[in-house]
């Protein structure tokens, strides 16, 4: 048996054409394979039916995947609910809407400063930036640390794709230290942003602990950082390449319609969603797609591929927001729902509508090709663009 991604060992270097497009290669295993059994026993689920009553089965589908405790991720019924009480007051639609002046500021200000009629490198040069700003005045976090993020999400990114757990865990406590450093810098109090407030939080009538902070912090940022980025790219690719579309949000910018040009963006990361999978494990023995599944055994949810699953969509590749949102699962479903769903949508609705906004036209370089990432990771890795200025 291969694994999922056997055949794309390859060349990481190889660019635009030469790189296996992840999205490609889900939709060919789910059709022959929708249970897919890795070699290490892990059992991939990839249709949108099973992805889906996974996630809402937390009962059988635990998240309670390592030794190490991550909050809220890897917890389970009321300890995970007491938490995620917690999580939700600081994602709250109030909160976002307090947020949106400092996102246009910043989108602002890194569209402004990108050249027009030349290439720009739309991870590299806006979704990093952005991703790294906006969270940082979120968090209340020093614009000293943003190259040392920077680093550390390219890091990241190449810890996830070597697959070689020692290396993940080194880049996660390397977060960690990052973290640790912020929280001794606001020990003294007199700080009022989103990682002060963490500090002062209670639950179950105590303080959190430093460790706990750090796991909440961590969820909040570490993985989102590059998420954001990547669904940076993954839309303004589709608009570049997509003319009608990009006339269709021109024409939303136009005619100020937020909520509609939330729901494109959502639609677009459903079609190509960098946020490809998380994990569970069996609290039993159950079955799944006709496939008896042992207790013990690791799962993993392939949003990726249930996303793009034809028994839901129809056309996977078919832009169709108001058909698909209910069934979407780009944000995830059930108790773990992603709780940063209107902070990313907000965020990525302000940096497309500015760049929109600013410009008549975004179109792919003539220079350079797209390159996609390599998979397990998936999105874009490179989008050169060019800027036509209003
Ligand atoms: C493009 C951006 C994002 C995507 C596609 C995304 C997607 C997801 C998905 C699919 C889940 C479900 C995980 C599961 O069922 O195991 C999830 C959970 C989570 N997300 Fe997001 N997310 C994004 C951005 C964010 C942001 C900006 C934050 C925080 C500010 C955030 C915080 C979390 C947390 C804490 C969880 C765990 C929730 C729990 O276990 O109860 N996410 N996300």
Redesign the pocket.
């Known amino acids: 048996m291969t694994d999922l991604f056997g055949a794309v060992e390859a060349d990481p270097h190889s660019e635009a054409g030469t790189r296996p497009d992840l999205r490609v290669m889900l939709d060919a295993q789910r059709q022959t394979c929708p249970v897919f059994h890795e070699p290490d026993g892990t059992v991939t689920l990839l249709a949108h039916g099973d992805v889906r009553a996974a996630?809402l089965d937390p009962a059988t589908f635990s998240?309670a995947v390592s030794a190490h405790r991550a909050l809220?991720?890897s917890l389970d019924g009321e300890e995970?609910r007491v938490y995620?009480r917690l999580?939700d007051a600081y994602?709250t639609d109030d909160e976002v809407r307090a947020q949106e002046p400092q996102c246009r500021s910043h989108a602002a200000a890194i569209v402004r400063g990108l050249p027009r009629g030349a290439t720009v490198r739309t991870v590299l040069d806006i979704g990093t930036p952005y991703a790294v700003r906006v969270q940082s005045s979120w968090l209340g976090w020093p614009a000293a640390i943003e190259d040392e993020l920077v680093d550390w999400m390219a890091d990241n990114r190449e810890a996830t794709r070597s697959g070689d757990r020692r290396r993940t865990a080194e880049v996660a406590e390397r977060f960690d230290l990052i973290i640790s450093r912020l929280l001794d810098a606001r020990r003294d109090g007199g700080v009022d942003d989103a990682t002060s407030r963490l500090m002062a939080d209670r639950v179950d009538g105590r303080r959190l602990e430093h460790a706990e902070i750090v796991s909440i912090l961590r969820?909040?940022t570490a993985g989102?950082l590059g998420?954001?980025a990547a669904?940076v790219g993954v839309i303004v690719h589709h608009l570049a390449t997509d003319v009608a579309l990009q006339a269709h949000l021109r024409q939303l910018v136009a005619a100020n319609r937020t909520e509609d040009f939330e729901d494109a963006m959502e639609e677009i990361?459903r079609i190509d969603?960098p946020?490809v999978s998380?994990r569970r494990v069996t609290t039993r023995d159950t079955v799944v797609g006709g496939e008896p599944i042992p207790a013990g055994t690791r799962v993993a949810?392939n949003?990726t591929a249930a996303n793009r699953d034809p028994a839901a969509f129809g056309d996977p590749d078919a832009f169709d927001p108001a058909q698909h949102a209910d069934a979407s699962?780009?944000?995830?479903i059930?108790?773990?729902?992603?709780?940063?769903r209107a902070?990313?949508l907000m965020e990525l609705r302000v940096i497309i509508w500015e760049l929109l906004a600013r410009t008549t036209r975004i179109a792919m370089s003539p220079e350079r090709g797209p390159v996609r990432e390599l998979p397990p990771v998936s999105g874009w890795a490179k989008v050169p663009i060019v800027l036509d200025p209003v």
């Open positions: 996630a998240s809220p991720n995970h995620r999580i994602l969820n909040w989102d998420s954001l669904s990361l969603d946020f998380n949810l949003w699962l780009v944000f995830g059930g108790p773990h729902r992603c709780p940063g902070l990313t």
